[in-house]
């Protein structure tokens, strides 16, 4: 089925009847159609194949400062979904698609109000992050009154993508996995492909080409999860050469490379012995770290020094850099040397 998300023109606010059972039909038109021309009010609805399923309106500016500021903070409200259609997860849709478009627009606090008796609406509203409380209303409409709860939901800076790197077992898999758990986002790792062997049938994909495969799903599947709306989304276990690739493919995104090193190479021994699975060969893991700890940072590239600090430690730090970290959308860039960098696909090279 096809879905889509639009906001209603003045010559559109009469079906709005198919939602709601109006007592005052034309006050309604009038009173929509003045705020959306003077810009105050947008109402975004859903549609599929043209059906009507769904309204939620957006408030840019009122009287009430508490519920919305033009410019910052706006107010959620006649949040509704086709009763024929409830239940099927329509209402969480459009209410993630409108914060996520107006997220894009600027907007960093929401508020909606809901009611005490509404403990579907309190649990919806909680999961979205309304969860703080900060006026007790009062309203009335189309004859009627009624009492609410208004809450606040705050956008903190949030990533396009966060990048991890670094020489194995220092530790990349365990700081993404607390990140995905801190952020609630996504997580991709290149392991995470799904199975190719061949082109034709009779030639194995291997080598440089497989690498090449596996980088690209990594990148499109990135591309994917922020097309829908995801933020932070992590990604890690990819070739290290692939490193100065980053600022190249992600340029104009809001994304932030975490590169992890480990000051003492016994640590990093030690992790990588005690990993118990996988290839450990040391005498690469040696000249690897030497590799990727001496290379100076890139753009939008951070690091974070593993050497006698615990995984919460490093979480932590991590998470300080993503939330704060000034970074750069816009830039030149000249790609690094290949030399610069380690790669598991030209490993011989550093034997």
Same mark, same amino acid.
């Given at each position: 089925m096809n879905?889509?998300?639009?906001?209603?023109?003045?010559?559109?606010?009469?079906? %709005?009847?198919?939602?709601?059972?109006?007592?005052?039909?034309?006050?309604?038109?009038? +009173?929509?159609? =003045?705020?959306?021309?003077?810009?105050?009010? $947008?109402?975004?609805? %859903?549609?599929c194949e043209n059906r009507l399923l769904g309204e939620l309106h957006v408030q840019y500016e009122g009287e009430d400062k508490t519920m919305s500021v033009y410019g910052r903070r706006v107010y959620l409200f006649a949040f509704r979904i086709h009763k024929d259609f409830q239940g099927l997860g329509l209402g969480k849709y459009l209410l993630r698609s409108v914060i996520h478009i107006l997220t894009e627009q600027g907007y960093s606090e929401f508020?909606?109000?809901? +009611?005490?008796?509404?403990?579907?609406?309190?649990?919806? =509203?909680?999961?979205?992050?309304?969860?703080?409380?900060?006026?007790?209303k009062y309203e009335e409409y189309q004859g009627g009154g009624y009492e609410y709860n208004l809450y606040l939901k705050r956008i903190d800076v949030q990533r396009d993508f966060i990048f991890i790197i670094g020489a194995s077992g220092i530790g990349k898999s365990t700081l993404a996995k607390g990140l995905y758990q801190h952020y609630h986002s996504a997580y991709i790792e290149q392991s995470q492909a799904p199975e190719f062997n061949s082109f034709d049938g009779n030639e194995d994909i291997s080598g440089i080409m497989e690498e090449e495969i596996c980088w690209q799903w990594v990148i499109s599947s990135l591309m994917c999860y922020h097309k829908l709306g995801i933020k932070n989304i992590i990604a890690d276990?990819?070739?290290?050469?692939?490193?100065?690739?980053?600022? +190249?493919?992600?340029?104009?995104y809001n994304y932030i490379t975490i590169k992890l090193i480990c000051s003492d =190479?016994?640590?990093?021994? +030690?992790?990588?012995?005690?990993?118990?699975?996988?290839l450990i060969d040391f005498e690469l893991l040696k000249k690897s770290s030497e590799k990727i700890n001496s290379r100076s940072p890139l753009i939008n590239e951070f690091v974070i020094d593993v050497a006698k600090k615990s995984s919460e430690q490093?979480?932590?730090?991590?998470?300080?850099?993503?939330?704060?970290?000034?970074?750069? %959308?816009?830039? $030149? =860039?000249?790609?690094?040397?290949?030399?610069?960098?380690?790669?598991?696909?030209f490993a011989n090279q550093l034997r």
């Open positions: 879905y889509e998300i639009r906001t209603l023109s003045v010559r559109e606010l009469s079906i %709005l009847s198919q939602l709601f059972d109006y007592k005052d039909f034309d006050n309604m038109i009038d +009173e929509n159609t =003045y705020y959306i021309e003077n810009g105050r009010l $947008d109402i975004f609805a %859903l549609f508020t909606i109000g809901v +009611e005490d008796d509404n403990a579907r609406a309190i649990h919806i =509203y909680s999961s979205f992050g309304f969860n703080e409380f900060i006026a007790r276990d990819f070739d290290d050469l692939r490193t100065r690739d980053i600022p +190249e493919v992600f340029k104009g =190479y016994q640590q990093n021994y +030690e992790q990588m012995k005690n990993r118990g699975n996988g490093v979480l932590k730090e991590a998470v300080y850099l993503i939330d704060h970290a000034q970074t750069q %959308l816009h830039y $030149d =860039y000249n790609k690094p040397p290949k030399d610069l960098f380690y790669s598991w696909v």
